[in-house]
C-alpha cells in the first residue's frame, strides 16, 4: 500500500494536470503494449502498435520493465509536450540518472550495456535514449494524441467539478476507485508499501489514457509529488462509432449514443454534443438504454450522469 501524508498546507496545494502528461503517457502506453490487462479498452491499439514498434521502441522498452520500478527521471514533471519531456529526460543531473538506474539493478532487473552508458554518463547513449523516446512516441503514441487529451481532459472535468463542489476532501475521496481517503492520510493500493510524506508540497493529481487499474507515483520521494491515476473507459475516438453488428441491432443513433457513454461517462448535455444529436434525441435513447440494462443513470447537482454497465460493455464487445 502507498500511504500519502498530508497536511493542511498540502491540502490548498492539490492540483490537477491541465493537460494530458505526454511522458507518463509514453511510459504506460510501454506497459499497455506488453501487459494483458485492459484488452476490451487497448486491444486493438495494442495490435496495431505492436507491428509499429521499431528499434528505437524495443531499446526504450529494455530500459522500461513491464512490472515493477521504472527510473523516475524517465517521467520528468510538467512536460507539456514530447519534444520539453526528452529535453528535461536529458537534462537530468548525472547523480540522478546514475541513482535511478542503480535502482533498477537492485530491484532485480537486467540493466542493458547501453543503459549502463548512459548511467556512467556516456553522451552517445544519452542520445540513444532520446532518440528512442522521440522514436516510440511518434509511432505509437502521437497517431492518437488527440484521443489520449480528450479522455484526459474528460476525467480533468470530473476531478474539477468535485473539487468545485466540495473541494480537496471530496477530490481525494472521489480520485479513483483505488485511493481512500482517511484524513490526513491518503491510502492507495500499490503493488508495494511505500510512504510519501508531502510535507507542504502538495500533490498533483495525473490523469493517465493509458494507465490501467492501481495507480503510481515515483519511487524518490524528494521528486515533486503526484499521483497518476487511470481513467474510465479510455477509447481512440475511431472507436466511437457503432460497428455494422450493433447498428442494425439498436439503430444507428441509438447505437452511437450507447458507444459514447461507453467512452466515457457524461451528462446528457454532453452526451447529446459527443454523439452529435439533439438533446431531447440523446435523453429519448439515454431513457431506452437505461431500461434495458445497458446504462445507468445517477443524478449529480441538476445533471442525470450516465455510464455504461457490464451488460452494455458486453453487447458492444460481441457486435
Not at 523516446?133 to 474528460?154: E, F, K, M, N
Not at 439498436?250 to 457524461?266: D, E
Not at 431531447?280 to 447537482?301: D, E, M, P, Y
Request: with cysteine.
Amino acid at each position: 500500500m502507498l500511504k500519502v501524508h498530508f497536511t493542511d498546507a498540502d491540502l490548498a496545494k492539490v492540483t490537477i494536470a491541465e493537460d494530458a502528461d505526454p511522458m507518463w503517457e509514453l511510459l504506460m502506453s510501454s506497459y499497455r503494449m506488453r501487459r494483458p490487462e485492459g484488452e476490451p479498452f487497448f486491444g486493438k491499439w495494442r495490435r496495431g502498435s505492436r507491428a509499429a514498434v521499431a528499434g528505437s521502441g524495443r531499446l526504450l522498452m529494455s530500459a522500461v520493465p513491464p512490472y515493477g520500478y521504472c527510473p523516475d527521471f524517465l517521467t520528468p514533471p510538467g512536460a507539456r509536450s514530447i519534444a520539453d519531456g526528452v529535453l528535461a529526460v536529458l537534462a537530468t543531473p548525472e547523480r540522478k540518472v546514475a541513482a535511478d538506474i542503480a535502482e533498477l539493478a537492485a530491484q532485480g532487473t537486467r540493466v542493458p550495456p547501453w543503459l549502463r552508458g548512459v548511467a556512467e554518463g556516456e553522451q552517445r547513449e544519452l542520445h540513444r535514449l532520446g532518440t528512442a523516446l522521440h522514436g516510440y512516441y511518434r509511432q505509437c503514441v502521437a497517431p492518437d494524441w488527440a484521443s489520449v487529451r480528450h479522455a484526459v481532459a474528460r476525467e480533468r472535468a470530473r476531478l474539477r467539478a468535485n473539487l468545485d463542489r466540495g473541494g480537496p476532501q471530496l477530490l481525494l475521496s472521489t480520485v479513483h476507485p483505488d485511493v481512500t481517503w482517511i484524513p490526513p492520510v491518503l491510502r492507495v493500493r500499490f503493488p508495494v508499501d511505500q510512504e510519501l510524506h508531502l510535507d507542504g508540497r502538495g500533490l498533483r493529481l495525473v490523469p493517465s489514457f493509458f494507465a490501467h487499474g492501481m495507480p503510481t507515483t515515483c519511487k524518490d520521494p524528494g521528486l515533486p509529488p503526484v499521483l497518476v491515476c487511470s481513467i474510465s473507459n479510455p477509447r481512440i475516438d475511431s472507436d466511437a462509432e457503432p460497428g455494422a453488428a450493433l447498428a442494425a441491432l439498436l439503430g444507428h443513433t441509438r447505437a452511437r449514443v450507447l458507444v459514447t457513454i461507453a467512452a466515457g461517462r457524461c451528462n446528457t448535455s454532453e452526451l447529446a454534443s459527443r454523439a452529435g444529436t439533439s438533446l431531447a434525441t440523446a435523453s429519448q435513447h439515454a431513457s431506452v438504454l437505461r431500461s434495458s440494462g445497458l446504462i445507468t443513470s445517477a443524478r449529480v447537482g441538476k445533471a442525470q450522469v450516465h455510464e455504461v454497465t457490464p451488460l452494455g460493455q458486453g453487447v458492444i464487445r460481441a457486435s
